[in-house]
């Protein structure tokens, strides 16, 4: 069974930071590209950044370029997302995904394993 296991989510400050972890079983971790999205309430799925399979090149959504960054620990099978500067509008439940993109990063149908989710505050 595929487990993507997301956690470090929390409630932080304006400005604050949180680091959030994926750990991942019962796949090839190496062999998947990974992704992290999140979604507020109300809204649609939001994509945030792409990491491929063997961590070489990143991407990154405009409303998170230059404060997040994403990386991956192949050997431990974890997936890492560091979130610096955060902002009221970075509230939302976080998520890890997993799957081997073939087109475009930011659509959700492009992945075949889902985290439950971490739910992220950011609030004074």
């Known amino acids: 069974e595929v487990q993507l296991q997301a956690s470090g989510g929390g409630l932080v400050q304006p400005g604050g930071s949180l680091r959030l972890s994926c750990v991942a079983s019962?796949?090839?971790?190496?062999?998947?590209?990974m992704s992290w999205f999140r979604q507020a309430p109300g809204k649609e799925p939001e994509w945030l950044s792409t990491?491929?399979?063997?961590?070489?090149?990143?991407y990154y959504a405009d409303s998170v370029e230059g404060r997040f960054t994403i990386s991956r620990d192949n050997a431990e099978n974890t997936l890492y997302l560091q979130m610096n500067s955060l902002k009221p509008e970075d509230t939302a439940v976080y998520y890890c995904a997993a799957g081997v993109i073939r087109n475009d990063p930011r659509r959700v149908s492009e992945y075949k394993y889902w985290g439950q989710g971490t739910l992220v505050t950011v609030s004074s």
């Open positions: 019962g796949l090839t971790f190496g062999s998947n590209d």
């Open positions: 990491i491929n399979k063997v961590g070489s090149r990143t």
